[in-house]
């Protein structure tokens, strides 16, 4: 079920600090999910959000660990595009990523919400960066909702 992106309704996130770590192949469409995921989350009153932008999408897991180890992060959001080719390129990218990002997830105990999109047509692509369909709306509340969720879980823990 898809969540209807409402910016009136966002619990705040004051003092939390989030990073975005960008592919920069495609960046041209990357960057739509990118803008609107940084409007909803100064709307929901996010300290900070930083951007970092990498060579492509194998270098994503190395700096989403590197600011996970920082310590200054409440989450990672990570965004890429992958465009299946002649070549099982495309699949090997697509699973080491994964499993990479997995690894740093669990390790540093930071949330990454990933929005990479491996698709067959850029076409594709662009359809998930635009309108009601961009992909960045869904990361950003994604966002909020684990950050709130790891807050209060850390709450609960103090109790």
């Not at 990118?34 to 300290?47: D, P």
């Not at 492509?56 to 989450?75: D, Q």
């Not at 359809?127 to 966002?143: H, S």
Request: glycine share 6%; hydrophobic share 45%.
């Amino acid at each position: 079920m898809k969540k209807i992106y409402d910016a009136s309704n966002f619990q705040s996130i004051a003092g939390c600090q989030v990073a975005i770590v960008q592919a920069a192949w495609h960046k041209e469409h990357s960057d739509r999910m990118v803008e609107v995921s940084k409007e909803i989350l100064e709307a929901a009153q996010c300290t900070s959000v930083d951007v970092f932008l990498v060579p492509g999408v194998y270098e994503i897991p190395l700096v989403s660990k590197k600011l996970a180890r920082s310590g200054k992060y409440n989450a990672i959001i990570v965004y890429g595009i992958i465009v299946k080719g002649d070549t099982d390129h495309y699949e090997v990218l697509l699973q080491t990523v994964i499993r990479e990002l997995g690894k740093v997830m669990y390790d540093f105990e930071v949330p990454i919400i990933m929005e990479i999109l491996p698709v067959h047509q850029l076409d594709h692509a662009i359809a998930r960066t635009q309108g009601d369909g961009n992909k960045g709306i869904e990361a950003a509340q994604a966002t909020i909702d684990i950050i709130l969720l790891d807050k209060k879980l850390q709450i609960e823990q103090l109790a």
